[in-house]
Structures are given as C-alpha cells and as structure tokens.
C-alpha cells in the first residue's frame, strides 16, 4: 500500500509504513529510526529517499517521552530532547518516529506542529504544550485541525491495572478498554482525543489503523525489537 498522505489547509502531511527501504532483519525495510540499533547507513539511506518524497529542510526530533516543544527548530537545534516541535515557516518538515505512540500532527493559519505522544507523554500533557506554542506561532486565532497516524489501539494494547486506573483518573472513563484476550487495555487514541479536547481541539482525522495489528507497520509491542516509522508534516 502507498504512504500515507493528506493535505490539511495549507499542510502536507506523510505517514511512512515499513515497506520500501533498505533495512533488514527486524528493520526491514523502512526504518527510520536511528536509535533502535539498526545499521547507521541504512537508516540514512532510508531518510534520504524519504526526504526526497517531500522536498524541504527535514527536522527529526531526539525523543524521550517528554513534554518539551521546539519552535521553528532547524535539525542542528533539534539535537536537544523534545516530543513535538511547531514552525511557521514554509518548507521545513517536521517529523516525529513512531512504533506504537501516538504520532499527532496540528495545523492552523500560517503554523504546523507535529507531536510524539506515548501514554507517558500524554499524561505529562505534551499534546497541550504543543497546542499552546502553534497558537502562539499561528497568525490570530484560527482554530486549530489534528491528524492522528497509526499508533496501538486497545484490542492490543494490554495495560497494568495501577497505570490504567491512573490514567483513567485524568482522562476519564473512555481511556479504559479491553484487549482481544479480554484483559485490561489502554485506548490511546481515545486519550488523544480528550487531550485534544482539553486543549481547545475539536477537529481531528484519524486514519484508525492500529501498528500491532497489522504487518504493515513497525510496533515494539508486537515484536520488540524493531524499526519506527515517520510521520511528517511540512507548511506549503
């Protein structure tokens, strides 16, 4: 199947799967993740032919699960740790890794931002600081548009009790769910709506694939050892 692709207003947006690269073994073939322990000029080759689908200035994010957001970052100041970065300038693609979180892109009027969103993120609220600093680089008070790409969904998701009930207690009962064995699960997209929500967002396209079910896409909670795929998006 081919990647990915939306427009939003004036936005491209990407979302890679793991065919058509040059990785092998559990990478193969698209990965695009170069902390994951896959040969260094496989992933290079990987991001190149990527970066050669949507021509700009591309900027990958050093991610830890956390909650800072980078503004109008270039790729040498992206060497610091962030989940989410926002721009306002034309042509530089922004671009999180993900196997198994939520990749997260927002769009307003003159500004684009892009979010890395595991459970750990999203309960620090990573989702609401990159909302806030794309409000601040948007021209006036456009509403803001979200696209949500393939991350776990609950039927695979099999969750600790304690975690889960303290999720729940921040998002509410729509975050809990149950696996396909019938075990506890978390609904991460779910929480990512709520968020969302928390954070003023109401417009959201989520293209509803789930990275665990299908071979489609790269997904530690499947197989472990693997690649990531990529999520991007860039102002026109």
């Known amino acids: 199947m081919p990647t990915i692709r939306a427009d939003i207003g004036a936005a ?38 990527l970066e050669d689908e949507l021509p700009g200035e591309w900027v990958w994010l050093r991610q830890v699960h956390g909650t800072v957001v980078l503004t109008d970052p ?30 997260i892109v927002l769009v307003a009027d003159g500004a684009v931002g892009v979010v890395h969103a595991g459970w750990p993120g ?24 979200a696209f949500l790409g393939p991350c776990v969904h609950p039927a695979r998701y099999e969750f600790g009790s304690d975690d889960l009930d303290r999720l729940a207690t921040r998002f509410g009962p729509e975050v809990r769910s ?9 609904d991460l997209p779910a929480g990512v709506r709520v968020a969302l929500r928390e954070a003023g967002v109401e417009a959201l396209d989520d293209v509803d694939l789930c990275t665990a079910e299908s071979p489609r896409f790269f997904s530690y909670r499947r197989d472990g050892v693997t690649g990531r795929q990529a999520t991007a998006v860039v102002l026109t």
């Not at 790729?75 to 530089?92: F, K, L, M, N, Y």
């Not at 999203?122 to 948007?138: F, K, M, N, Y």
């Not at 149950?178 to 978390?186: I, R």
């Open 12 to 49: 491209r947006v990407l979302c890679t799967d793991r065919a058509r690269g040059v990785s092998v073994g559990p990478y193969a073939s698209r990965n695009l993740g170069d902390h994951v322990g896959d040969d260094p000029a496989a992933v290079s080759a990987n991001r190149t032919r």
């Open 74 to 103: 270039t790729q040498a100041a992206a060497t610091a740790p962030a989940d989410a970065a926002v721009t306002s300038i034309p042509g530089r693609v922004l671009a999180v890794v993900t196997a198994d979180c939520a990749p």
């Open 122 to 145: 999203l309960e620090q609220g990573v989702i609401g600081s990159a909302v806030d600093a794309l409000r601040t680089a948007a021209r006036g008070d456009a509403p803001v548009r």
């Open 178 to 186: 149950t696996t396909l064995d019938g075990t506890p699960a978390f």
